[in-house]
């Protein structure tokens, strides 16, 4: 094995890690998603208003609405396009679930947790589930953002942005 | 004769999964489109919330209308040190007849039989003297006690993790609706699942 060997192995490894946990929280997107659209709307509507941060009217436009946009996350996650822009939202969004998840555990409301679908409640296995996504969906962020490094190019040319595609 | 039988033999199974559902403690018509089983624990803040807020207008639009038929069921919390015994009198008086009466004075008076344990004096006051005597021996028998037990293990089934707990039953599909619920949501949706 040559000196340069090694470096690439590792660089690989991560670039497969990478995929992996990106493909996984689209499926856990989509499965999301899928759970809440099969059911009536309105029962995901309640679940959004038991943790008590919105009007009536708020919850029933973030059942309405949330369910399609984890969709769109789960479906662009899945073809790794527009990654740096999908990665941060999908980021705001499992941090806003995981802190109304905290908040609410440490109140003892008792509620379910909404994630997918109705019949279960807030607990510390949620709480470890949804914090695991979210730092997943955090190391995905960080590393788009890593890929859009300047790079220097060949003596001679003009020196731009070149920023790969994919993971 | 045969066919009555054979017919007869493959309702069987159905007949012995079908959750028993205790006629005192049961209200509406049994053949409404939708089945309420309400978990709940009569020491219980939220379930005191519910009972005496969401519940009356539950009751009042689906219940009476022959929309939804309600089954209430126990869920004593282990936390809660009279709990099991509020659900013994309350399955005790619901033989004869006066379920609702008992869980109305239960659930009013949570505040102070939660703290001086002093059950029974409440339960007493929406029964006859006669009643009294006979929901105090019933509330010791062991048909009535594992009347709870049954309660308690058919939530554990249905993944009750939390009171008060709805499971709204339609046709072969169940909703378990946990905590403080919002009445103009859950009257959305129950009229979509009635329509």
């Not at chain 2, 003297?129 to 309660?151: I, M, N, R, T, W």
Request: aromatic share 8%; charged share 20%; proline share 6%.
């Amino acid at each position: 094995m040559d000196l340069q060997s090694k470096p690439d192995l590792l660089s690989n490894l991560a670039r497969i890690g990478l995929v992996i946990l990106r493909l996984g929280l689209a499926a856990v997107l989509g499965y999301a998603a899928w759970i809440k659209l099969r059911e009536p709307w309105m029962l995901f509507a309640m679940s959004v208003d038991a943790y008590h941060v919105l009007p009536e009217w708020g919850s029933m436009a973030v059942a309405r609405s949330l369910p399609w946009i984890e969709l769109l996350l789960a479906v662009l996650l899945l073809t790794g396009l527009w990654q740096r822009v999908a990665m941060p939202a999908a980021s705001v969004l499992l941090a806003a679930f995981f802190a109304l998840m905290v908040r609410s555990y440490v109140r003892g409301e008792g509620i379910d947790c909404g994630c997918f679908g109705p019949g279960e409640a807030i607990s510390p296995i949620t709480l470890l589930r949804d914090g695991g996504l979210l730092a997943a969906s955090l190391v995905l962020t960080w590393a788009a953002y890593r890929r859009a490094r300047p790079k220097p190019i060949a003596a001679g040319s003009r020196t731009s942005l070149a920023v790969e595609s994919g993971l | 004769m045969r066919l009555s039988a054979a017919v007869l033999l493959s309702l069987l199974p159905a007949l012995v999964a079908a959750p028993s559902v205790d006629k005192g403690k049961a209200f509406g018509n049994p053949s409404a489109p939708i089945t309420i089983e309400l978990f709940s624990d009569f020491q219980c803040p939220s379930c005191r919330a519910l009972h005496m807020g969401l519940l009356p207008a539950l009751i009042r639009d689906y219940v009476v209308p022959g929309k939804a038929y309600l089954v209430y069921k126990e869920y004593p919390l282990p936390g809660h040190s009279h709990s099991r015994e509020a659900a013994a009198y309350a399955c005790a008086a619901a033989r004869v007849g006066k379920y609702e009466q008992v869980a109305d004075v239960l659930f009013q008076n949570q505040p102070s039989w939660s703290a001086d344990g002093k059950v029974f004096e409440t339960v007493a006051a929406a029964l006859t003297p006669a009643e009294q005597k006979k929901v105090q021996l019933l509330a010791k028998d062991p048909g009535v006690l594992s009347e709870v037990d049954q309660d308690v293990q058919e939530g554990q089934s249905e993944r009750v993790n939390a009171t008060p707990t709805m499971i709204i039953v339609r046709g072969a599909k169940k909703y378990p609706i946990a905590g403080d619920l919002n009445y103009n949501l859950l009257r959305g949706f129950l009229d979509g699942l009635t329509k």
